[in-house]
């Protein structure tokens, strides 16, 4: 190396570092300032002396070995007028049906799971509004007489933020 390269070298090297140094700091004070988690996906509390199917957004997941089944229940479900989120298959296997929402005792949580004979119910404490239903290998069918309206206990319900459904696909 030459004199001259030398010369240029050690000024290139510290101007990239600084480079590299300020984009760092823009990128580390984004992520600082930036709001806490999704705020579009928390639910709304709104006031309401009852619940019925086409204020509930559902999710269906196939955890058994029966191929399609999501599908067939996310079109039975949507039938009925709940608001569905395309069909998905989960990583995880089980046996019985399981609805899981924000509270065991949460009335969309309730909603849903009159439509599942035997269903084990669960809260997680999430703050979506949405209830997920999942089938497994032992599902115990559709109660199509399910009621599609459910009294609130309290007159507040969480709700996921009002958005057009999508259409949604057999899994």
Do not use: H
Not at 36 to 43: E, L, P, R, T, Y
Not at 61 to 73: D, E, K, L, P, R
């Amino acid at each position: 190396m030459n004199s001259s390269t030398r010369r240029w070298a050690t000024p290139v090297a510290l101007a990239v570092m600084v480079l590299l140094l300020f984009l760092g700091a823009l990128f580390g004070w984004s992520q600082l300032v930036r709001p806490f988690g999704d705020a579009s996906k928390v639910c709304v509390t709104q006031q309401a002396a009852s619940l019925a199917t086409n204020q509930v957004t559902v999710r269906v997941f196939n955890a058994g070995s029966t191929s399609g089944m999501a599908g067939q229940v996310t079109e039975q479900l949507q039938a009925k007028g709940f608001v569905m989120q395309p069909p998905s298959n989960s990583d995880e296997t089980a046996t019985a049906t399981l609805v899981i929402g924000a509270k065991a005792d949460d009335p969309a949580v309730k909603l849903v799971a009159g439509f599942f004979g035997g269903a084990i119910v669960q809260g997680d404490n999430r703050k979506t509004g949405v209830v997920d239903v999942i089938v497994g290998d032992n599902f115990g069918g559709f109660n199509d007489t399910a009621a599609t309206e459910i009294a609130v206990p309290g007159g507040e319900v969480c709700l996921p933020p009002a958005s057009s459904p999508s259409p949604t696909t057999p899994a």
